[in-house]
């Protein structure tokens, strides 16, 4: 089945950037997610980008995308204490109807002021 | 509308009881998700709704859990017989379905079971 991974871990001052790594194994996703969490919430829909694009910037977010590596990144610019949570990547996974998302264990991104 | 939410957020039972979990997902949203999540894991997908029809389930969805979606509207999901191995977080999501594009999953907060 798919797998998503990531770092479990990434620590930052404020004001600096963030980047959060996801590799996935299943070439055949068309879209792949960033959701946020923080705690003891539900996940919020940060960005996402389809499969044909290398990149998507949306503010102060850049995802990245490498199909060839099978390698998805967020970049997070002047990175704030409010931005300290669990980043999940998240790959659409295409069932025989419908399809569902597959998520990595999630980072947890500790701002420091 | 508020978006997808769920009811209650929090639940403690006693090992062997029965508890029932509501989502109202987005209104005009046709499909609706469950998902569960550990805690320090990822969510995992659990069944999944198109209006009122169940189309998938996965293989974590033991014959203790039952979900239903009787109106195409709101879903409930029941475990049957808790155990403590049932302890997490219960996580809802609704999308609207479209022929071409990007179905972008809208998540509740969850209802966080405790088993004890």
């Known amino acids: 089945g798919e797998d998503v991974e990531q770092s479990l871990f990434l620590s930052v001052r404020e004001g600096d950037s963030s980047v959060i790594n996801c590799t996935y194994t299943?070439?055949?996703?068309?879209?792949l997610y960033w959701y946020k969490q923080e705690p003891g919430a539900g996940l919020q829909l940060l960005t996402y980008?389809?499969?044909?694009?290398d990149m998507k910037q949306d503010q102060r977010l850049t995802v990245l995308l490498n199909k060839k590596d099978k390698h998805l990144s967020l970049r997070i610019a002047d990175t704030q204490t409010g931005d300290s949570a669990i980043y999940f990547c998240?790959?659409?996974?295409?069932?025989?109807?419908?399809?569902?998302?597959?998520f990595g264990a999630g980072t947890i991104l500790r701002v420091k002021s | 509308d508020t978006g997808v939410s769920q009811d209650p957020r929090h639940k403690i039972t006693k090992r062997g009881q029965n508890v029932t979990f509501r989502c109202d997902p987005i209104?005009?949203?046709?499909?609706l998700y469950w998902y569960r999540q550990t805690l320090g894991q990822g969510p995992e997908f659990l069944t999944y709704?198109?209006?009122?029809?169940?189309?998938?389930k996965s293989r974590l969805l033991s014959d203790r859990f039952s979900a239903e979606r009787p109106k195409g509207s709101f879903s409930t999901l029941e475990i049957q017989r808790t155990e403590q191995g049932d302890s997490a977080m219960y996580l809802c999501?609704?999308?609207?379905?479209?022929?071409?594009?990007?179905?972008?999953?809208?998540f509740g907060q969850g209802t966080r079971l405790t088993v004890v």
């Open positions: 999501a609704s999308s609207l379905a479209r022929l071409t594009g990007n179905t972008e999953a809208f």
């Open positions: 299943d070439s055949s996703s068309t879209y």
């Open positions: 980008i389809f499969s044909n694009m």
């Open positions: 998240a790959v659409s996974l295409d069932m025989e109807y419908g399809n569902k998302l597959v």
């Open positions: 209104s005009e949203h046709n499909r």
């Open positions: 709704f198109q209006n009122e029809a169940q189309l998938e």
